[in-house]
């Protein structure tokens, strides 16, 4: 008899609609892994921030016809690893459930969807290939805090043959669709962080900069390419260099500028407001010869089957955490890494 397994898919969450977006800010700020002020300050600060954010944010958001299109597209991508593991897997009973940390479907919603779905196996699959204490790690918290069972745990993925093969991909083809411009410079853009949280432990940079340089092997062609952070938000100081800086330097050497959005898997209000309506303007005005932005991993059949191989090599061995390859990846350094207490 086949097994019963469920994969769950993790991912940040966005608003459905405008009415949404307060409450999905508030939630995000209220998160200790996003603001590690102690508990009533933090939630004053939630309740502050999402209330004067909330503005600006809904404009945002109805530039994309009124909510974020993270759901329906991280669908798509539950459709896609279905139909892989089925194919790959047959006689199992295969199910993907998606858990959201700051809106529908929450995490709390998909641990009550496993339970009733009673897998033998549990898989948790954050889409996220770079680990962070803010996205994996806060996800993974909220799986315990629900009651999620025992799984068997893809903690990163940063250098996995199909999502790396799937980029390089992507950026050649955006390259040809192009027109095969000259004088390009290839601009790796992850969402930034707190330079506190990296400095506390947090693997994540290191990761997003082990996946550039991956991509970058692949790709002789762009020999000129350089790794920036996006989305600053608050008054600290993030990680740099910035993505803003880094286009208006590109801009003003004259360079056709080639995007790629090497953090985010999926398109959402950071790639399809940010990339390309803020920063394709900024590329302009600052005399770029050219902008053009690479989609994300989204249902690239090499970046599906990558996903689906790690399920897999997952489903061997002991339940618990699955890194790379079996062995932790981040040097001793990072602290923050989940795999220090499981890998020596
Ligand atoms: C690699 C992915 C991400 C990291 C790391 C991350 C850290 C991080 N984000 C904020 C603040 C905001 N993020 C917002 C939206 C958002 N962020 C990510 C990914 C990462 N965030 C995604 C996929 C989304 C989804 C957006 C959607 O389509 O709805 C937002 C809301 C949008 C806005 O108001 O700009 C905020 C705010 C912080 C502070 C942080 C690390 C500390
Ligand atoms: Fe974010
Ligand atoms: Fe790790």
Same mark, same amino acid.
């Given at each position: 008899m086949g097994r019963r397994i469920a994969i769950v898919l993790f991912n940040l969450g966005g608003p !459905?609609?405008? @009415? !949404?977006v307060k409450p999905f800010l508030r939630n995000l700020f209220r998160d200790p892994a996003i603001i590690g002020a102690p508990g009533p300050i933090r939630e004053a600060l939630a309740w502050f921030i999402s209330t004067t954010r909330a503005k600006s944010a809904r404009a945002n958001y109805a530039l994309m016809g009124g909510g974020s299109p993270l759901y329906p597209e991280t669908r798509k991508q539950s459709d896609a690893l279905t139909s892989a593991l089925k194919a790959a897997l047959p006689g199992d009973e295969i199910r993907c459930f998606i858990a959201m940390r700051y809106w529908h479907p929450f995490v709390e919603e998909a641990v009550a969807a496993v339970k009733a779905f009673a897998p033998g196996e549990t898989v948790l699959l954050p889409l996220y290939p770079q680990f962070s204490t803010t996205t994996t790690g806060s996800s993974l918290t909220a799986w315990t805090k629900a009651g999620g069972g025992p799984a068997r745990t893809?903690?990163?993925?940063? @250098?996995e043959t199909g999502f790396i093969a799937a980029y390089a991909k992507l950026i050649r083809e955006s390259w040809e669709k192009a027109g095969k411009p000259e004088n390009v410079r290839l601009l790796f853009s992850a969402h930034g962080l707190p330079e506190k949280i990296v400095k506390d432990g947090d693997p994540y940079q290191w990761q997003v900069e082990r996946s550039c340089a991956a991509i970058a092997a692949r790709l002789? @062609?762009?020999?000129d390419w350089q790794v920036c952070y996006q989305s600053r938000v608050g008054p600290l100081k993030w990680i740099t260099p910035s993505t803003d800086e880094t286009i208006e330097a590109a801009a003003s050497e004259g360079k056709h500028i080639l995007l790629a959005p090497v953090a985010f898997v999926s398109e959402h209000i950071e790639t $399809?407001? @940010? $990339?390309?309506?803020e920063y394709a303007e900024l590329a302009h005005r600052h005399g770029a010869a050219g902008y053009t932005r690479v989609p994300a991993a989204g249902t690239a059949p090499d970046f599906v089957s990558g996903l689906a191989g790690l399920v897999k090599t997952a489903l061997q061995g002991d339940t618990g955490l699955k890194p790379p390859g079996g062995q932790r990846l981040c040097p001793a350094g990072f602290g923050q890494c989940p795999c220090r207490a499981e890998i020596t």
């Amino acid at each position: 008899m086949g097994r019963r397994i469920a994969i769950v898919l993790f991912n940040l969450g966005g608003p !459905d609609g405008q @009415e !949404d977006v307060k409450p999905f800010l508030r939630n995000l700020f209220r998160d200790p892994a996003i603001i590690g002020a102690p508990g009533p300050i933090r939630e004053a600060l939630a309740w502050f921030i999402s209330t004067t954010r909330a503005k600006s944010a809904r404009a945002n958001y109805a530039l994309m016809g009124g909510g974020s299109p993270l759901y329906p597209e991280t669908r798509k991508q539950s459709d896609a690893l279905t139909s892989a593991l089925k194919a790959a897997l047959p006689g199992d009973e295969i199910r993907c459930f998606i858990a959201m940390r700051y809106w529908h479907p929450f995490v709390e919603e998909a641990v009550a969807a496993v339970k009733a779905f009673a897998p033998g196996e549990t898989v948790l699959l954050p889409l996220y290939p770079q680990f962070s204490t803010t996205t994996t790690g806060s996800s993974l918290t909220a799986w315990t805090k629900a009651g999620g069972g025992p799984a068997r745990t893809i903690c990163c993925y940063p @250098e996995e043959t199909g999502f790396i093969a799937a980029y390089a991909k992507l950026i050649r083809e955006s390259w040809e669709k192009a027109g095969k411009p000259e004088n390009v410079r290839l601009l790796f853009s992850a969402h930034g962080l707190p330079e506190k949280i990296v400095k506390d432990g947090d693997p994540y940079q290191w990761q997003v900069e082990r996946s550039c340089a991956a991509i970058a092997a692949r790709l002789p @062609e762009f020999a000129d390419w350089q790794v920036c952070y996006q989305s600053r938000v608050g008054p600290l100081k993030w990680i740099t260099p910035s993505t803003d800086e880094t286009i208006e330097a590109a801009a003003s050497e004259g360079k056709h500028i080639l995007l790629a959005p090497v953090a985010f898997v999926s398109e959402h209000i950071e790639t $399809l407001v @940010e $990339l390309d309506i803020e920063y394709a303007e900024l590329a302009h005005r600052h005399g770029a010869a050219g902008y053009t932005r690479v989609p994300a991993a989204g249902t690239a059949p090499d970046f599906v089957s990558g996903l689906a191989g790690l399920v897999k090599t997952a489903l061997q061995g002991d339940t618990g955490l699955k890194p790379p390859g079996g062995q932790r990846l981040c040097p001793a350094g990072f602290g923050q890494c989940p795999c220090r207490a499981e890998i020596t």
